[in-house]
């Protein structure tokens, strides 16, 4: 295993810091993810991803699959996508998101992974400083490292309990030179969605400051009890400055098809095409066909999912709940719950492994988001409702007897000692 104190010049130094040793202090944050797997029983619950199985992908996407995969002459395609695909996807994203995209700003990339991390190495310089969210997707950091970046963490504020972007140390960032902003919507781990008046302080400072604007919109569809959501491109001025992440490999199910859709400006384009061809050549060349029903299709299908992600949702907050001390919101988007035991006193990624080895149940520690995921945990709650309601029960039993042992009771919260 790589140490990230080894000066070994054989491992270049773009590989050790993908391990963040920042994050962990005396050992590596992928040292402590591979720790959580040593601990792993027999048949443990991973929760770190969406149950595929309990939430399968819809009937038409093997079929449309297959219809593409009996066609030879669909096996390659133009670097950036298929010409009916992309022509489709220009009319269905132009709908989705408020404003009119066209042909010249779409690329397809094997998966939104995929899809930031040709982004990414299309726009950000080694050295670069660039202004990150925080807690927010696991990866991007990673990458960034990867990048040679310079990263400038910008809190979510009071992240578990309603949670708001710190604009006055975004600002700041931009100020010192950060030119690039990465952000999720909704925020992944959190589940917080950035209301109009944030899109717009964002457009705002993002123009005033002449930054480029990453903004991860995969769970964009996966909005719970009508929540509205507003598209940072869709902002005047926005669209030549703001690059959008899109895909439907959580709502609906389709990860093993490995889809992503980037939406940039037109000028950026070749730089994406010139990694993509580097990295992968081209998005699966008979999934691309998926996407001509994608979003256009499917809105009496998402109409019937979206109520079984909220009520799962509502089961988990309420379970959760049962323990005083803890802190967990109502997510308003993604299929996440974050939850903040850092009333403990522990760090979470040793609560990850108690919940591993006493529960049977991996977790997403929360360091893994950055600095301001300390002291939470992030769980997948899409799942089948009897496995999950057995495994929340393991999980709160695991809690109570850290509680105990910390000497943590309700009276003690009520009366504002810890």
Not at 9 to 38: F, M, N, Q, T, V
Not at 57 to 82: C, I, N, Q
Not at 124 to 143: K, T
Not at 242 to 260: A, D, H, N, Q, W
Request: proline fraction near 6%; include cysteine.
């Amino acid at each position: 295993m790589i140490k990230t104190t080894d000066m070994n010049p054989e491992i270049p130094k773009r590989i050790i810091e993908l391990e963040l040793p920042e994050r962990e202090g005396s050992i590596s944050a992928r040292e402590a993810d591979l720790k959580l797997l040593e601990l792993a029983p027999e048949g443990f619950l991973d929760t770190t991803h969406f149950d595929t199985v309990r939430f399968p992908p819809p009937d038409w996407a093997s079929e449309m699959f297959h219809k593409a995969s009996v066609d030879g002459s669909l096996a390659y395609t133009p670097y950036r996508g298929h010409k009916n695909v992309l022509n489709k996807l220009s009319d269905s994203i132009s709908k989705f998101m408020g404003t009119e995209i066209g042909v010249e700003n779409l690329i397809l990339a094997p998966g939104t992974q995929a899809g930031l991390f040709i982004t990414l190495s299309s726009i950000v310089e080694q050295g670069e400083r660039v202004a990150l969210m925080s807690p927010d997707y696991l990866f991007n950091a990673r990458i960034l490292k990867f990048l040679g970046a310079d990263i400038g963490y910008v809190p979510l504020k009071n992240s578990s309990t309603n949670p708001a972007p710190d604009f006055a140390a975004l600002e700041n960032e931009f100020k010192n030179g950060a030119k690039v902003f990465i952000f999720s919507n909704p925020n992944n781990p959190t589940g917080y969605v950035y209301s109009t008046d944030d899109i717009k302080t964002i457009a705002h400072l993002a123009d005033k400051y002449d930054v480029t604007v990453l903004a991860d919109s995969l769970y964009s569809r996966l909005m719970h009890n009508n929540q509205s959501y507003t598209h940072l491109a869709a902002m005047p001025g926005m669209k030549k400055r703001v690059i959008t992440l899109l895909g439907p490999s959580k709502t609906e199910s389709l990860s093993g098809y490995r889809l992503g859709i980037v939406v940039a400006p037109e000028h950026l384009m070749p730089r994406l095409e010139n990694v993509l061809s580097l990295m992968a050549l081209r998005a699966p060349a008979y999934a691309q066909h998926l996407l001509t029903y994608w979003l256009s299709e499917d809105k009496e299908w998402l109409s019937k999912r979206l109520p079984e992600f909220t009520q799962l949702r509502d089961m988990t907050v309420k379970s959760f709940r049962r323990l005083p001390w803890l802190k967990i919101n109502a997510q308003e988007g993604t299929a996440y719950a974050w939850i903040d035991v850092s009333a403990l006193g522990m760090k979470d990624s040793e609560i990850a492994e108690q919940l591993m080895e006493h529960a049977g149940v991996l977790v997403s520690p929360g360091y893994q988001f950055g600095i301001q995921g300390d002291g939470c945990f992030r769980v997948c709650y899409a799942r089948d409702e009897k496995i999950w309601a057995e495994a929340m029960n393991r999980m709160i039993d695991v809690l109570s007897k850290l509680a105990d042992q910390k000497n943590i009771s309700a009276s003690k919260i009520l009366c504002g000692t810890i």
